[in-house]
């Protein structure tokens, strides 16, 4: 029969480096949530705080979208990297298996 191996260990070490940054996102807004609603009533806001809180949230998320873009793009180079990884280690055992080269350049397999 086939025998198909399968390597979890290339998905685990991705999904625990993508844990660690979603967490610590995740609680910095959690705990700006959390502070700037308990401290909200506290505080008479004029037009010019107004706009000043509003000019600080349009900032905030142009980092915040800036630095997903960043984060998303590092993720796709890094897939696509193991995925080429994983095929060209595929195609070159099985043209190992009937005595035939992987050729990169062509992603054929060759005598």
Avoid: R, W
């Avoid at 142009?62 to 960043?70: G, L, M, S």
């Amino acid at each position: 029969m086939n025998n198909i191996e399968t390597n979890t260990a290339i998905g685990t070490t991705t999904s625990n480096k993508m844990i660690k940054p979603i967490a610590l996102a995740a609680t910095v807004f959690i705990a700006m949530l959390v502070s700037s609603s308990s401290f909200a009533h506290q505080f008479d806001i004029d037009s010019k705080g107004a706009e000043a809180i509003k000019q600080h949230q349009q900032l905030m998320n142009q980092h915040i979208q800036v630095a997903e873009q960043e984060f998303n793009a590092e993720l796709e180079k890094n897939l696509d990297q193991q995925l080429q990884t994983a095929a060209h280690k595929f195609m070159t055992q099985a043209c190992a298996k009937y005595g035939l080269e992987f050729d990169t350049q062509s992603e054929t397999c060759s005598s």
